[in-house]
């Protein structure tokens, strides 16, 4: 260190000296094959290798390098006035425009290399790379270097560490990289690709939720980019550089490149390895900012339903220290037990409302270059336990299928699952399901929200659980269309996710809630795919206050002329089910309180996508009568003349009554055509009228002027059009 101090004082006097002709004569630097570490940025190096300068930069899935000649030149520099020994570079790459890179060399010693980049005076040191090695690392797993002398723990030995188990991904973080940061809507726009890099090292959330792992599917993970900018980068609404910005994301946050554009862009930039600037083309691309699946939390965990109440963090560190029973009535903790430096163990228990207790061991440690997950649990006396194997994500796939193979479960006949031993895996695996659908409900329950513009297979899964948890949004046909176009998707995408089973067997239940044919056969999808839950609700025709063998076509139709439907019940609620629409009535005595109203409140569902619900019959007495394509058949249910009976005609897709009607007795539907009749009318106040049948003319005599003449009309639905006919009856009036 006083060399180096010596040669950064002696360095000024030199470059002061403003005369060629003032010379040091000493040996040329010479530079043996090596690598050497920044001292500022662990993942940044240089190596010297067959003659070529090679700077480096290790990524999740191996190193990035830029390859330069060097040489080592005696000359006068313009800059600062003085002939010094220099290191000269120029990129190998004939595609890439730029200058010859200049560095004073301050030290080259077995224990540091120090240069100065001249043009600018930033000093770059760096050690040689097996002093950063002083702690074994995993085999294999490519951020092994990132571990460093500080990690004494689990989590900071694997910090930025991405394992796979086949299936899905996982990837731990320290704690002291944890930033919770508030929820807010993800940032979408497009930016510079050139301010991106395939990394997971060290990175930041733009929400981030506290997870210590997270967990996902394999191919999001290795779709997570970084921010490698150190300055702040704008988020734009436009690929182009006149954009409104619509957010700013700092170095290191987490996004995932959505689509490539065709608009290219070439700017100067900075080297952070080197100091030199030069041009670097790339093209706009849309991001959006990562959001992990779901992962386990630190601390206090707040992964429940709202109905139990966990304790916070400094209680939680008591009660894991303290071997005594934990006594509490719905209520629980979850904390980290231990985190050394192979071996990490964290424990949730939770105690009902009766005593009923239930207690999660959760082991991860290192073992053969693989991390072994073993999940013991104690749930009303009955213990299980489980074994998952994980492998570096960037393994060969030769790797991943042997270990997707290993960690499979066992296909088991019905008599096997009859069995004891049998009941004891299923068991076991009905217990790691609900925890991941307890996450599921509470992620979309409360911080989800719905993409205003899905594209993705993701963003449709969103939305239709979004559609299924929240009340407010609550719509099951919307749930069917979002989670099927999701798994469409998917399908054309080939990959194996982890949602599919869940997604699945949730538009069962939606398709079981509307009362519609295909829930047994997406739990069946869904038990294909290893999801116990479908297994169970089959065999047990039911998941929860769904029956499914009460789901039957109900082929009666009420409204004779109008368009078929299925029926079901939900409450004080009736809903129709059509092709296109469906349509929920509620008694008006149950939505207003008041016995005396004569009326249905109309919900209408539409099924095209577009449109969410339109609500009516909130302020009028008006009953449900049925459906004839895009017209919907309305009748008055309050009080009217005793011998008219007032209907109307509600036009579904354009949101409006197109025909008022009144009718003598009853209507008729014939071929989408309403058969009807209203009190004779004429222009000249004459027409002939019809001979009254024997019972008639006896009513006229007893109760004079009771006997009058209607006339049959035809209202012709699609055409909107009112035929009078010129068929006249008799008919009594009171």
Partial sequence: MKKLILL????????????????????????????????????????????KWIHFYKTVEG?????????????????IGAEIEYLAMKSVDLFLVSDTLKYAILENSAELLSLSYIGRGNTLNYIPEKKTEDISALPAVSLEDTFGLEAKSFLARNDGTAWTDGTKSIIFRSLSSIEYRESKEPVRGY???GFLKKSIDNIKFYNDQGYFIIIDSIVNTKNIYTISSKSVIDVRDSPNSSGNVVGKLISGMAVNVLSETENMLTINDVDKQVGGSREMPGRWVEIETYSPLSGHRQEAFPDNNGLWFYVDKTEASRIVKDPGRFECHMCGYQAIKENTLNKLLFVREEQGDYGDGEYLKHTFSIEKKEIVEIKDYYDYNDPVSSKRIWIPINSSSVDIDRIKNRNKPKEYSQAELDSISAREIELRALQEEEMRMDDT???????????????SSRDFYNNGLVKFFNPNLQNYMGVIDDLNKAIEINVVQDEEELWVGLAYFYMGIAKGRLNLKGVRDDWKKAASLGFYHAKKAIRENGFGSLSIDKIKDNNINKFPGTDSYTLSNEG???IYNYDSYQITTTDLRYVTGFEDVIGDQIKIFYKDGKSIELEIGNNEEILFRGVVQDYMIIIDGGMSNPEVNPFRIFDLKNRKYVFYGNTINDYKIVNSKIEFYEIAVSSSGKFTKPKCSSELDELEKQYPRSIGYIEKLIYDIFTQKLQRTGVYECAYFQ
């Avoid at 470059?15 to 690598?35: A, D, P, Q, V």
């Fill in 8 to 51: 950064l004082l002696f360095i000024p006097l030199v470059f002061s000296c403003n005369s060629k002709s003032s010379k040091t004569i000493s040996k040329k630097t010479e530079f043996e094959n090596g690598r050497w570490i920044s001292t500022t940025d662990s993942l940044a190096g240089i190596e010297i290798k067959n003659g």
């Fill in 63 to 79: 190193e990035s390098i830029d390859v330069y000649d060097f040489k080592i030149v005696r000359g006068y520099i313009k800059e």
């Fill in 191 to 193: 930016i510079f690709d």
């Fill in 441 to 455: 409900q509470y992620y979309f329950l409360n911080d989800a929200r719905l993409m205003e513009d899905p594209k």
């Fill in 572 to 574: 004080e609620s009736k």
